[in-house]
T-cell receptor, first 115, second 118 residues
């Protein structure tokens, strides 16, 4: 129930194209859904996040679509650029009493944007 | 911009040896975490720490692991007797007290400490 399933495992997109990464979860106690971007040799960095009471959130070229009833959410990268090449992790967070969060990561998607 | 710093960046050790990985979280954060990432795999939760005690730990975090906040700035992960399967990148993270606003639960990750057990 704590798993977050992510697909695809890898993705190659032409520059200017749309990159789409999908995730699904089981546990309805999750209350926060961030996406993390990780470049080689670096730690994950928060890219964009959404709460389950919102169906879509857009920040620049990055959009999260959230379907609460289906327990699915996705990341869309518009006008993908070579600099977007990285590994993307979806995640689901559960906030416990006292405020700390437990983040459960998806398995990651390695995105390569080719010129 | 404040950041989480980790040392060492890479440590090589013999199986059975003790290892201590160190982290300096962002100064005003109150929640601290350790995650690990085996090469090419997903990031896995190990432990969360708040108010000088463990809040939650995963099944990975067995008796060989311990965490400590020895002073006001450092947060350490100790592996008492390393095994080959402990080889991974270990990430420290911290977050502000939450959950007040929309993003107060954001985790800030360090760049990781790569542990190689031979």
């Amino acid at each position: 129930q704590q798993q977050v399933k992510q697909s695809p495992q890898s993705l190659i997109v032409q520059k200017g194209g749309i990159s789409i990464i999908n995730c699904a979860y089981e546990n309805t106690a999750f209350d926060y859904f961030p996406w993390y971007q990780q470049f080689p040799g670096k730690g994950p960095a928060l890219l964009i996040a959404i709460r389950p009471d919102v169906s879509e959130k857009k920040e620049g070229r990055f959009t999260i679509s959230f379907n609460k009833s289906a327990k699915q959410f996705s990341l869309h990268i518009m006008d993908s650029q070579p600099g977007d090449s990285a590994t993307y992790f979806c995640a689901a967070c559960r906030t416990y009493s006292g405020g700390y969060q437990k983040v459960t990561f998806g398995t990651g998607t390695k995105l390569q944007v080719i010129p | 911009e404040p950041e989480v710093t980790q040392t060492p960046s890479h440590q090589v050790t013999q199986m059975g040896q003790e290892v201590i990985l160190r982290c300096v979280p962002i100064s005003n954060h109150l929640y601290f975490y350790w995650y690990r990432q085996i090469l090419g795999q997903k990031v896995e939760f190990l432990v969360s720490f708040y108010n000088n005690e463990i809040s939650e730990k995963s099944e990975i975090f067995d008796d060989q692991f311990s965490v400590e906040r020895p002073d006001g700035s450092n947060f350490t992960l100790k592996i008492r007797s390393t095994k080959l399967e402990d080889s991974a990148m270990y990430f420290c993270a911290s977050s502000e007290e939450g959950p007040g606003g929309l993003d107060t639960g954001e985790l800030f990750f360090g760049e990781g400490s790569r542990l190689t057990v031979l």
